[in-house]
């Protein structure tokens, strides 16, 4: 079985830097990529980045891209999501998610039914 957990959340002003951490228990094998989601108060959850787990190349969705990178460390089974310049739009509870797969597919998938397990969200509240 494999667990997720998040933290690093909070609340911070507008312009502001958060570092979310994921980290993870259980299997490696066949892990395909971590992906990062998030959704906000009455909206579906959306994609916000992914990162291959074996080759460490990253993906990210163009309303973030530049000012969030997410990267991983291997020896401690984590993965992290610095968000940068962060604007009140991003306020949303985001996800990490874990996708499973023999092969690998770049970029990695977007879609929230592709990947296997999530963990519990930890919240972002950026103020204006």
């Known amino acids: 079985q494999v667990q997720l957990v998040e933290s690093g959340g909070g609340l911070v002003q507008a312009g502001g830097s958060l570092r979310l951490s994921c980290a993870a228990s259980?299997?490696?094998?066949?892990?395909?990529?971590m992906g990062w989601f998030r959704q906000a108060p009455g909206k579906e959850r959306e994609f916000v980045a992914a990162?291959?787990?074996?080759?460490?190349?990253?993906f990210y969705a163009d309303s973030v891209k530049g000012r969030f990178t997410t990267s991983r460390d291997p020896a401690k089974n984590t993965v992290y999501l610095h968000l940068n310049s962060l604007k009140p739009v991003d306020t949303a509870v985001y996800y990490c998610?874990?996708?499973?797969?023999?092969?690998?597919?770049?970029?990695?998938?977007?879609?929230?039914?592709?990947?296997?397990?999530w963990g519990q969200g930890t919240p972002v509240t950026v103020s204006s």
């Open positions: 998610a874990a996708r499973y797969s023999s092969g690998s597919v770049y970029p990695p998938p977007t879609e929230s039914r592709e990947y296997d397990y």
């Open positions: 259980g299997r490696t094998f066949s892990r395909d990529a």
């Open positions: 990162i291959n787990w074996s080759y460490g190349s990253t």
